[in-house]
């Protein structure tokens, strides 16, 4: 159990259009599911947690309005990248946990968002 | 803020055991976790420690936490080329919403 799945996993848009990536939880529920980016040969960085029903929370540097989160179920969050630029490609990974202060936290496969 | 660090690479022949270590700052760490990567996808859970343990032993896989020096390592037993990839150490703090901060990564490249 404990599968999460992304759409698409693979991307191309042109500079100032929008992009919307889904997050799944296949087999679980996900009260919480975070967004990560990813850049080549670095580590992960969050960018922002969702619980179901609520708006997310930013880190810090995150652009609330460029990135829009939407986590309307528990078993679905949205990231849509608004008015894509270059400097957004890249590599970004969900992952979704059941809940609790400690669960673990399931990563989906990853969207690589490329911007020309 | 937490800082979480890993050597960036490690380079092994099969059949030999792989050691990848990681030290933390968090001292309310509550899990540590190792994750792998291979190329192109996503994380993979490999296996985590509750901070209260010294040691996870998981088939191959061997967990080691020392919490006073916030050193935690994963050891890999008769390493296989299949067990290229990159792998992430990571911790909860335990700061409410589960969040996880990530080490840098160290990529392992089995030699056959």
Request: with cysteine; hydrophobic share 30%; glycine share 8%.
């Amino acid at each position: 159990g404990a599968v999460v799945s992304q759409h698409p996993s693979r991307v191309i848009c042109k500079s100032g259009t929008s992009v919307k990536i889904e997050c799944r939880s296949l087999d679980f529920q996900a009260t919480t599911m975070f967004w990560y980016r990813q850049f080549p040969k670095q580590s992960l960085m969050l960018m922002a947690t969702s619980n179901e029903g609520s708006k997310a929370t930013y880190e810090q540097g995150v652009e609330k309005d460029k990135f829009l989160i939407n986590h309307a179920s528990l078993t679905l969050s949205t990231l849509t990248v608004t008015s894509a630029h270059p400097e957004d490609s890249s590599f970004y990974i969900c992952s979704a946990s059941r809940g609790g202060s400690l669960d673990t936290q399931y990563f989906g496969p990853g969207t690589r968002l490329t911007v020309l | 803020g937490e800082d979480v660090e890993q050597s960036l690479f490690l380079s092994v022949r099969e059949g030999d055991s792989s050691v990848i270590n990681c030290t933390y700052t968090d001292s309310s760490s509550t899990y540590l976790y190792w994750y792998k990567q291979e190329p192109g996808a996503g994380l993979q859970l490999l296996t985590y420690i509750f901070s209260n343990m010294d040691m996870k032993q998981d088939q191959r896989l061997t967990v080691l936490l020392n919490k006073k020096d916030k050193h935690l390592s994963l050891r890999i037993a008769d390493t296989q080329t299949g067990d290229s990839a990159i792998y992430f150490c990571a911790e909860n703090n335990s700061g409410g919403y589960q969040k996880v901060t990530f080490g840098t990564g160290t990529k392992l490249q089995v030699i056959p």
